[in-house]
Nanobody, 123 residues
Framework: QVLLVESGGGLAQAGGSLALSCTGSGRTFSNYNMGWFRQAPGKEREFVAA????????HYADSVKGRFTISRDMSKNTVNLQMNSLKPEDTAVYYC????????????????WGQGTQVTVSS
């Protein structure tokens, strides 16, 4: 069992930055591949970024590549998402998730989810 709690969402202006953090509990947290997804009103949940269990591999959606950076701190059981050059279309609820599957871009591959944190970007 893994419990995930996100923090760090809020309001930013276009071009600004926000940092999200996800803290996991459970002794096996370090065994999981971690991902960030987002869901805007009226839209399906979409993949944003993912990092392998050993932090050796990262993946990004084309829409955020070059602007967002995923990282994890094994000692603190956290996975972070640094979001720069924010755009109004980045507005969504952001979720972190944990998976044992390597199919990082599919939400169904993730067994555990946080409650989500709202990110709003104004133009």
């Amino acid at each position: 069992q893994v419990l995930l709690v996100e923090s760090g969402g809020g309001l930013a202006q276009a071009g600004g930055s926000l940092a999200l953090s996800c803290t996991g509990s459970g002794r096996t947290f370090s065994n999981y591949n971690m991902g960030w997804f987002r869901q805007a009103p009226g839209k399906e949940r979409e993949f944003v970024a993912a990092m392998s269990w050993d932090a050796g591999t990262t993946h990004y959606a084309d829409s955020v590549k070059g602007r967002f950076t995923i990282s994890r701190d094994m000692s603190k059981n956290t996975v972070n998402l640094q979001m720069n050059s924010l755009k109004p279309e980045d507005t969504a609820v952001y979720y972190c998730a944990a998976a044992t599957s390597s199919t990082y871009y599919q939400a169904v591959a993730y067994a555990y989810w946080g409650q989500g944190t709202q990110v709003t970007v104004s133009s």
